[in-house]
């Protein structure tokens, strides 16, 4: 499969732990990004990467989330001391420069 | 920031019929309005887009239609089938796919045999 992948597709924790979310892009796509979705919305922008560089990062974004990108290729995304609040579908999508986002299957997390 | 205003958030059509989901825009920078199809548990995927230069755009059964000066768009689906069934959501941004992405809240079709 040459699409985006997502690792876990699903992940329950405890308030207070800390998760840690895998993306591995279209591997020919310098761009990155991380999206979240709630129940019955549509996706959310939370940041996103050229190459290694994050380039913009939402208001959405306390400061209790952290992404990487450390040499431009797989991406993580982590969440410190989790709240019931993040639970989600965590969202990752990559392009080629001036194209056409596609989007992994995506990490359902569950904070119990 | 943009703004997108997705309408309706629910649509039943017998098999057949044609479906119209519409969007409204708020960032007239915006140039870039992709839809996606997101079936149950299951990844968005694109299924059209257009650019701001032109007003429409048709694959097969699926057209997509813009109106820059009234900043809304529409999706536009002919004969449709019960695999139609699925949520549908538009999105814009101010570059061909290398800015962020504003989604709207979603289109939940359901087309019944």
């Not at chain 2, 755009?57 to 699925?86: G, M, Y």
Request: hydrophobic share 30%; net charge neutral.
């Amino acid at each position: 499969d040459t699409g985006v992948s997502q690792d876990p597709r699903h992940k329950i924790t405890k308030r207070g732990q800390n998760v840690t979310f895998r993306c591995d892009p279209i591997s020919e796509h310098n761009r990155l990004y991380w999206y979240r979705q709630t129940l019955g919305q549509g996706p959310e922008f939370l940041t996103y990467f050229q190459n290694e560089a994050q380039l913009e990062k939402s208001r959405l974004l306390s400061d209790r989330f952290s992404a990487e990108r450390p040499k431009g290729s797989f991406s993580t995304l982590e969440i410190q001391r989790t709240e019931q609040g993040d639970s989600a579908m965590y969202l990752c999508a990559s392009s080629p420069p001036k194209d056409t986002q596609y989007f992994g299957p995506g990490t359902r997390l569950t904070v119990l | 920031g943009e703004n997108v205003e997705q309408h309706p958030s629910t649509l039943s059509v017998q098999e057949g019929d044609s479906a119209v989901i519409k969007c409204t825009y708020s960032d007239s920078a915006s140039n870039y309005f992709p839809w996606y199809k997101q079936e149950l548990g299951k990844r968005p995927q694109l299924i059209i887009d257009i650019r701001s230069n032109v007003g429409e755009k048709k694959d097969q059964r699926i057209a997509v239609t813009l109106n820059k000066t009234a900043k809304h768009f529409s999706l536009h689906i002919t004969e449709t089938q019960p695999e139609d069934s699925a949520v549908y959501f538009c999105a814009a941004s101010q570059g061909s796919g290398y800015s962020t992405l504003t989604f709207g809240k979603g289109t939940m079709l359901l087309v019944s045999p």
